[in-house]
Nanobody, 123 residues
Framework: QVQLVESGGGLAQPGGTLRLSCVAS????????MGWFCQAPGKEREFVAA???????VYTDSVKGRFTISRDNAKNTVYLQMNSLKPEDTAVYYC?????????????????WGQGTQVTVSS
């Protein structure tokens, strides 16, 4: 069983920045593919970004050039650096993990989920 704990959410102004962190309890964290998803009220959970165990990264089109996903295997942590924030980025952001080489984009590819952290972008 892997536990994921997110932090770093909060209120930011449009154009501002936030950095989300997700700490995993996995003993072999480096073998896990990690993803970030978001869910706004009344909407389905959506893919944001993922970093594979080998370091490859993918992003949804709406965050390319603004968000950066990274991982620090020595700290069992994955990050989401969020720059140039927009009001439409407002959502609960979830960290997810899997060891399976399934699609990085689909929520059902992931086996473990954090509790989520709220991101609100508003002036």
């Amino acid at each position: 069983q892997v536990q994921l704990v997110e932090s770093g959410g909060g209120l930011a102004q449009p154009g501002g920045t936030l950095r989300l962190s997700c700490v995993a309890s996995a003993r072999t964290f480096s073998s896990y593919h990690m993803g970030w998803f978001c869910q706004a009220p009344g909407k389905e959970r959506e893919f944001v970004a993922a970093v594979r165990s080998g370091g490859n990264t993918v992003y949804t089109d709406s965050v390319k050039g603004r968000f950066t996903i990274s991982r620090d295997n020595a700290k069992n942590t994955v990050y989401l650096q969020m720059n140039s924030l927009k009001p439409e980025d407002t959502a609960v952001y979830y960290c997810a993990a899997t060891q399976s080489p399934r699609s990085a984009y689909a929520p059902n590819s992931y086996d473990y989920w954090g509790q989520g952290t709220q991101v609100t972008v508003s002036s």
